[in-house]
């Protein structure tokens, strides 16, 4: 298949290279007025060196002065401004944010290739002439591209409305009309006089890679949508794309596409999929890094991650403090590695010293001040009776004023929030208690799979859930969520056995789990957890058939469970391993 076609599919409508967002200005900038692109792209690139090297102030003043005249600095400066939002997550952070890139989108469009009404007309009968283009105006589709590509992830998040939602997806689709643009030119212009190709392709491979992997990622039934409108994807043809574009070593946009793959291989591959990431890789791109930015913030927390996926814990906690305290400039970024350093230390069973981290996060960080609370109490009472009367009066209290601070972003409430929601309710109408709820934590963010890599720390979970699960067996079955709190502790029983290669004993206890479906009064998605964790067991050990089989029955036949999404995705994600493996029919 041709790479073409392998990346997008042909649209039915002829797209128009000027196309534009809805409110978007026509803006003017003079020829005297222009920054020239070998002066722009000298100048953005230091600026990158700078953000890298922690130097976050100096990187975002360089590019400012020049933002409203040169699509490289405007669309630098964007980039700066839009981190920054994300990672506080404060209106005017997002507002500010949202209107540099709007400005930067009407500077890139500027610089763009304008053409006539006849000229996007014939456009339908016959292929543009891309080697009429000047490299500048080459160069300002893509950063058009990347600016759209941004601005539609902020609007996803300013508000609640279902205008917001419109104006996203459209945005998102120009973005993406704009990447097939720059594709076509890739693949159809002479480049022997232009000096900056290496530059052009690594963007362009790594728009339309980190494009083919944002997708692939989503469920099935919204894939069919994105692909009704246009949109297609390739998981793998993405990652290779990026590789691609990282592999291009002095390109600008090189340290982007080592950005996405540590993203995808190091966390989104742990947390919503079922399989491995490429550590080989990862280990490769940080090495080098590193070997540039020795104190970047960045680099030093994806090694950190990376240790942490390998289950090499006191490495990783060794790292994230690193990344930690590199620099001051964005706290938000201490958060981060607050958040990472908690599960670290999850791990080694340190209760204390992850509820330390985490009470930094409810007092500092404004991403989830209700889900931060929620997992500090649940750290705390795995504590039991070493809980002093000061940490349980704490509990206590949190757990009541924990609701108050469940948030609506983008219309929804978040899953998880809601989660914790339900179980702040939970441990009220059972006495203040919980069923090792720090262990369900660790469970529902897809870590048991990493603590399986060291037999210490699995086997340690293990006999916790052991040991509750023959405690529970032995109370009174006369309590209300006794087979709540039993099948929670067979679940966490059994997916520990599996990951540590006792399978007839994980296969017979997640049975037992499966078994008191009926008797569940609440924590209905322990079911189709179950069933997951006997699918993928019974794949692992070549009962493909009935591991597929059981894996449907979990995304088909329950609905409006907590935590519902998270599962599908990983559904999702092991079905589209096995499809490229062979075992499923494309």
């Known amino acids: 298949m041709a790479d073409e076609e392998v990346v997008f599919e042909d649209a039915v409508e002829a797209i128009s290279i000027l196309e534009s967002t809805p409110e978007m200005k026509i803006r003017k900038i003079s020829t005297d007025q222009r920054v020239p692109l070998d002066e722009a792209m000298v100048e953005a690139k230091k600026a990158v060196d700078l953000f890298f090297n922690n130097k976050f102030t100096e990187a975002k003043d360089s590019l400012e002065p020049k933002a409203d005249r040169s699509f490289y600095h405007a669309l630098g400066n964007g980039t700066f401004e839009f981190l920054q939002a994300i990672m506080t997550y404060q209106p005017k952070d997002m507002e500010r944010a949202s209107n540099v890139l709007k400005s930067a989108i009407e500077v890139c469009n500027a610089y763009r290739r304008k053409t006539s009404i006849a000229e996007s007309l014939g456009r339908m009968v016959k292929k543009a002439d891309y080697d009429a283009y000047t490299e500048e105006e080459v160069h300002a589709e893509l950063a058009y591209a990347e600016c759209l590509q941004l601005k539609a992830v902020l609007t996803f998040t300013e508000d609640e409305t279902l205008m917001s939602f419109v104006k996203g997806g459209m945005k998102l689709r120009s973005c993406f009309q704009s990447y097939k643009e720059c594709w076509q030119i890739l693949q159809n212009r002479g480049v022997s006089e232009d000096k900056h190709t290496m530059h ?7 728009g339309v890679g980190a494009f083919n992997l944002m997708i692939s990622m989503l469920p099935a ?3 069919k949508l994105l692909e009704f409108i246009g949109f297609s994807s390739s998981r793998s043809y993405g990652l290779e794309e990026l590789e691609r574009g990282y592999n291009l070593e002095n390109s600008m946009r090189r340290i982007l596409c080592a950005m996405v793959l540590l993203g995808n291989h190091l966390i989104m591959a742990y947390v919503l999929g079922t399989g491995e990431g490429d550590l ?3 280990d490769r791109i940080v090495t080098e890094q590193l070997q540039l930015y020795p104190d970047g913030v ?3 927390f994806f090694k950190g991650r990376l240790e942490f996926v390998k289950c090499n814990i006191d490495e990783a906690i060794r790292w994230y403090t690193m990344s930690w305290k590199s620099q001051n400039i964005w706290p938000q970024f201490h958060h981060i590695c607050y958040w990472e350093l908690t599960w670290s230390h999850c791990f080694k069973q340190e209760w204390r010293t992850a509820v330390e981290f985490m009470s930094k996060l409810v007092l500092e960080s404004k991403w989830s001040k209700c889900i931060y609370a929620y997992m500090k109490c649940a750290f705390l009472l795995m504590l039991g009776d070493r809980m002093t009367s000061r940490e349980r009066d704490e509990v206590n209290a949190l757990m009541r004023e924990l609701p108050q601070w469940k948030q609506r972003i983008a219309g929804k409430s978040l899953p998880m929030e809601k989660f914790s ?3 702040s309710a939970r441990f009220i109408n059972q006495k203040n208690s919980l069923c090792l709820p720090g262990l369900e934590m660790i469970l529902v963010w897809n870590g048991i799979r990493i603590l399986g890599k060291d037999w210490n720390c699995i086997e340690g979970m293990y006999r916790i859930a052991d040991v509750e699960a023959t405690e529970i067996q032995n109370q009174r079955q006369g309590d209300k969520f006794y087979h709540d709190n039993l099948a929670l502790a067979l679940l966490l029983k059994g997916t520990c056995l599996r990951h540590m290669k006792s399978p007839l004993q994980a296969e017979d206890t997640l049975i037992d789990c499966i078994d008191l479906e ?3 009064i609440e924590d209905t998605y322990i079911i189709p957890y179950a069933m997951v964790e006997l699918g993928l067991m019974f ?17 088909s036949n329950y609905k409006g469970y907590s935590l519902e999404s998270r599962l599908h995705f990983r559904i999702h994600s092991t079905f589209n391993d096995l499809k490229n493996a062979g075992d499923l029919p494309q």
């Open 200 to 206: 052009f392709e690594s963007g362009v491979r790594m």
């Open 221 to 223: 039934k919204v894939l």
């Open 280 to 282: 080989k890789l990862a």
């Open 298 to 300: 960045w680099f030093l």
């Open 421 to 423: 929601v339900k179980k």
């Open 518 to 520: 009926s008797k569940i």
């Open 539 to 555: 794949i692992e050990h070549g009962k493909r058939d009935q591991g597929k089989v059981l894996l449907e029955k979990a995304r």
